[in-house]
């Protein structure tokens, strides 16, 4: 399929999707991929008023194997719990001591975050939720945070420079440290290879890890054979620099800051063996449905899309209005006519907002896009496009006196010779 900026979805793509993403702005949408209707309606599970420029969405997650509960962490030190019910959506707010959150987990009771300056700290969720949380220090920096799905006791870490590469720790045993990982020797001219783990994934349960690097690699690493990888995959190609990583069986999923997403076999990563194509800018998250099939991924173009993870077709594609930075895919699981109704719903509560923010001229105005220019800093003062006009007009009243008076000039000449 060629590239194209409009919303696609593709006709042999019959799967019951939605999708959670979160943007740069802030705010939280909601797709449906499955309805028929409005396959690329959008409702914000956030309100925009009280967004500013600490809400930027950094990390995303589901808290449970149901896929009932979203976590979602901002650049400050706030985090939302989402619980989706048969009776509706409910939101809560936990704080931590530090930001941003680059990465959420949940097991048991308690709820863990993955701060930027290198800590761990786990909050016990309770009735008050008001007691301190428990830290533990993994570095000076850190990149992201995963759980493992299989165990979901286990967590690993990874970050930038040599002190904060991957880590996996235990959180039924206090958090202890179970693996840490060894770099590759030193090149031929005994320099020290670059470490920047930016994303992490479990490939095999909680002993086989992928991690990818801003630095141009994938590494596989066996916590139960070795601390160094026992493969790995380094670029050549200039510009090549892995931002997001998910993995699934054998494969690694990979996107970049150029908007290049390949996977990788991890029984031969000399090279990828899929590419998927379809964007323009770089990608920012990636996740995979349970089946590990449809692959979806967040792009800094605006667009979000589903790829066939097998076939490399590209499924669907819906412009989102704001730079999407986390997505989440999950099996849409509705009772016969709920869609339906749920459809209907959103089509009136369209109605109601398209007769309720209409201008003098009946034009549309889109709420979202007027709380983004209204945030906009102004260019320039009043006084100094006033001055700028007087000039214009200063100067156009030169031209007109100059081409008059050669206009005189000329019929002063004619009537000369004549």
């Known amino acids: 399929m060629k590239w194209t900026t409009a919303n696609i979805k593709h006709v042999n793509y019959t799967a019951k999707h939605e999708l959670y993403v979160g943007t740069h ?16 309606g959008q409702s914000n599970l956030s309100d925009l008023c009280t967004l500013g420029k600490d809400s930027r969405i950094t990390s995303l997650a589901f808290g449970n194997d149901d896929q009932a509960e979203i976590l979602l962490g901002r650049t400050k030190d706030a985090v939302e719990i989402h619980s989706f019910m048969e009776k509706g959506h409910s939101r809560k707010t936990l704080s931590f001591n530090a930001s941003p959150i680059v990465g959420l987990a949940r097991y048991n009771d308690m709820l863990i975050a993955g701060i930027g300056n290198g800590q761990i700290q786990s909050l016990k969720l309770g009735a008050s939720d008001v007691s301190e949380p428990m830290v533990i220090t993994t570095g000076n920096q850190m990149d992201h945070l995963r759980q493992c799905t299989q165990v979901r006791s286990i967590v690993a870490t990874g970050g930038k420079e040599r002190q904060n590469n991957l880590k996996v720790y235990d959180l039924n045993s ?8 060894k770099n590759l020797p030193n090149d031929y001219l005994q ?13 095999d349960g909680p002993s086989v890890l992928a991690t990818c690097s801003r630095t141009g690699y994938v590494r596989i690493y066996d916590t139960r054979m070795q601390r160094r990888p026992v493969t790995c995959f380094a670029s050549e190609e200039h510009g090549m620099s892995f931002t997001t990583l998910v993995a699934k069986g054998n494969f690694v999923y990979t996107g970049t800051t150029m908007g290049a997403l390949k996977a990788f076999d991890t029984r031969r990563m000399k090279t990828h063996v899929h590419t998927y194509k379809g964007f323009t800018g770089g990608i920012s998250d990636l996740h995979l449905d349970t089946s590990g099939r449809f692959l979806s991924s967040a792009s800094l173009d605006r667009y979000v899309r589903i790829h066939d993870s097998e076939t490399t077709v590209l499924l669907y594609q819906c412009y989102v209005k704001s730079k999407a930075t986390k997505i989440l895919i999950r099996q849409f699981e509705n009772e016969p006519g709920v869609l339906e109704e749920s459809e209907e719903a959103a089509e009136l509560q369209v109605d109601r907002y398209v007769g309720k923010n209409k201008s ?15 945030q906009m800093p102004t260019v320039g003062d009043s006084d100094e496009s006033e001055e700028g006009t007087s000039d214009i007009k200063h100067s156009k009243a030169n031209l007109k006196r100059k081409s008059l008076g050669q206009s005189l000039k000329i019929k002063k000449k004619k009537v000369a010779n004549s």
């Open 25 to 40: 702005t802030g705010s939280f949408k909601h797709l449906v991929p499955a309805s028929d209707k409005t396959p690329y």
């Open 360 to 374: 003098v001229n009946g034009t549309f105005v889109d709420s979202e896009y007027e709380h983004m220019f209204d």
């Open 191 to 203: 320099l020290e290879v670059p470490v920047w783990d930016s994303d992490i994934g479990f490939v």
């Open 174 to 181: 206090d958090g202890k440290q179970i693996f840490t990982s």
